[in-house]
Structures are given as structure tokens and as C-alpha cells.
């Protein structure tokens, strides 16, 4: 069981990253993901969160407004749309996966179980 994180880079104050997070060796539709990200020195924090049963999402209210979570099942994948991105979301991103079909989804990093490997987002001029 993997999940693949990807779409990170490099991008000015402002601009826009829709990363990715694809699962391998088992299907997306029951599990709950979430993004998580790091800065330098800093601790893991919680992102963003997509339920898999109805596809209830939640943010962190940084984000809120600037990220949207949307996930599509056929092609066993999440997305997180970045848009208005600031230097302080410089950090490495992760995704992650529990299984859990209902319409709950998780903020702690302890309530989820597999863990991508991380893509880097870097925000400066």
C-alpha cells in the first residue's frame, strides 16, 4: 500500500500548485486522506482533510479560501488546489490514509495510517 505525493515546486507569492496524491495497491474509495505539511524547523501540521463517504471536507483556517481537497475516485487520486500561495506555506506537503467510509475526517496525524513519501512546495519571489 503507497501513496504517492507529487506537483510540488517552485512558484511565486501569489501563484498556484495542484498537488497530487496517488494511492497503489489498494483503492482510494474508503479511505479518508489528509494533507499534512512541514516547514524547516517546525512541526507536521495538519492541512486539509477529505472524508470518503459523502466527500466532506475541512480545512485549516489558513487555508481556508486559498486550498481546496477534492478527490476523484476513478483515477484513485486526491488533489489539493493551492491558490494564492504566501511564503509561509513553504514546506514539504504529505498525504495520508485511513480507512474510514464515513463522513468523518481526521485532523491528527496519529488517525491516519499510511503516509506518502512528500512533495515540496517552495513560495518565493
Known amino acids: 500500500l503507497q501513496l504517492q505525493a507529487s506537483g510540488g515546486g517552485l512558484v511565486q507569492p501569489g501563484g498556484s500548485l495542484r498537488l497530487s496524491c496517488a494511492a497503489s495497491?489498494?483503492?482510494?474509495?474508503?479511505?479518508?486522506i489528509g494533507w499534512f505539511r512541514q516547514a524547516p524547523g517546525k512541526e507536521r501540521e495538519w492541512v486539509s482533510c477529505?472524508?470518503?463517504?459523502?466527500?466532506?471536507?475541512s480545512y485549516a483556517d489558513s487555508m481556508k479560501g486559498r486550498f481546496t481537497i477534492s478527490r476523484d475516485n476513478a483515477k484513485n487520486t486526491v488533489y489539493l488546489q493551492m491558490n494564492g500561495l504566501k511564503p509561509e506555506d513553504t514546506a514539504v506537503y504529505y498525504c495520508?490514509?485511513?480507512?474510514?467510509?464515513?463522513?468523518?475526517?481526521?485532523?491528527?496525524?496519529?488517525?491516519?495510517?499510511?503516509w506518502g513519501q512528500g512533495t515540496q512546495v517552495t513560495v518565493s519571489s
Open positions: 495497491g489498494f483503492t482510494l474509495d474508503y479511505y479518508a
Open positions: 495520508a490514509a485511513t480507512y474510514y467510509s464515513g463522513s468523518y475526517c481526521g485532523r491528527e496525524m496519529d488517525e491516519y495510517d499510511y
Open positions: 477529505i472524508s470518503s463517504g459523502d466527500g466532506s471536507t
